[in-house]
């Protein structure tokens, strides 16, 4: 399973979009890049997934470049409650375990 | 709809003895997964079950732990003669055979003193 980097942490404001930057350069080709989010005292929470490119929900936007070295997790106008740890992981095609690292732990202050 | 639910949310225990962990997933979902959640060790996987498989027992740390799934349905997590090092918040998830999507319960906090 490919090694994932991000920064230990980030500091935000209100209405700002932030964006959290998460390397695995040894991606295999069946290999998905998924976020899940994590607040104080509860389980993770499942954010977005995606293989390359863009894909956009309601809650974020993921990026993707071509080579998939990497991926941008985009979360617009954050709020207060968006304050939680944010877990890039790549999961293997037929595979399902999932191998977190230490997370992002992203703050947004007033 | 109902999460995957876990009991009991607490549970302090002495050291030597035997906890049981249950985790009622939702339903339908085929695959079940534990972890555990130590300070300063980060999301840790323990167990996998899917369907009628052979479990993956790859991240039991010890022989002290095991788990079964019963009818494809609640699964109970057994850690037996318990140490200190065995405080963690233990957390159970579930996943729809159709997506990679895992759901995962509110956790158990167990700590052994």
Known sequence: LAKTTQPISMDSYE??????????????TNDYITWYQQFPSQGPRFI?????????????????????????????????SDTAVYYCLVVS???????????????VHP | GAGVSQSPSNKVTEKGKDVE??????????????????????????IYFQGNSAPDKSGLPSDRFSAERTGGSVSTLTIQRTQQEDSAVYLCASRPGTTYEQYFGPGTRLTVT
């Open chain 1, 15 to 28: 209405g700002q979009e932030v964006n959290i930057t998460c390397s695995h350069n040894n991606i295999a």
């Open chain 2, 21 to 46: 962990l249950r985790c009622d997933p939702i339903s339908g979902h085929t695959a079940l997964y534990w972890y555990r959640q130590s300070l300063g060790q980060g999301l840790e996987f323990l």
């Open chain 1, 93 to 107: 095609g037929g595979y399902n375990k999932l191998i977190f690292g230490a997370g992002t732990r992203l703050a």
């Open chain 1, 48 to 80: 977005i997934q995606g293989y390359k490119t863009k894909v956009t929900n309601e809650v974020a936007s993921l990026f993707i470049p071509a080579d998939r070295k990497s991926s941008t997790l985009s979360l617009p106008r954050v709020s207060l």
